[in-house]
């Protein structure tokens, strides 16, 4: 049997990915009821806020590919003009 994750779990999974992101924390989250949330000023369902940190977690993926990226043409650059 597949559980879905609890409301406390997705919150929290969400605001892991928030402060990765953005360096902060989230400025509201509150638990309402049957699984209904205010998530800054937003109200949402929990199944909704999870979406929104998969979302979160593929914009930090992205950065880090394009971290990463920079960093290999900086070394690439240095290499060409070290011969």
């Known amino acids: ?9 997705i919150i929290q999974h969400y605001k892991q990915a928030y402060q990765q992101l953005y360096k902060r924390t ?8 049957n699984d209904w ?6 109200r949402m369902q929990a199944n909704e806020l999870q979406f929104l940190t998969i979302q979160l977690r593929r914009e930090i ?6 971290q990463r990226r920079q960093t290999i043409r900086k070394l690439l650059n240095w290499f060409k003009t070290s011969d």
């Open 61 to 66: 993926d992205r950065e880090s590919v394009a």
């Open 37 to 42: 949330l205010i998530v800054n000023g937003a």
């Open 1 to 9: 049997m597949n559980m879905n994750p609890s409301t406390n779990q």
């Open 26 to 33: 989230p400025s509201e989250i509150q638990i309402l009821a």
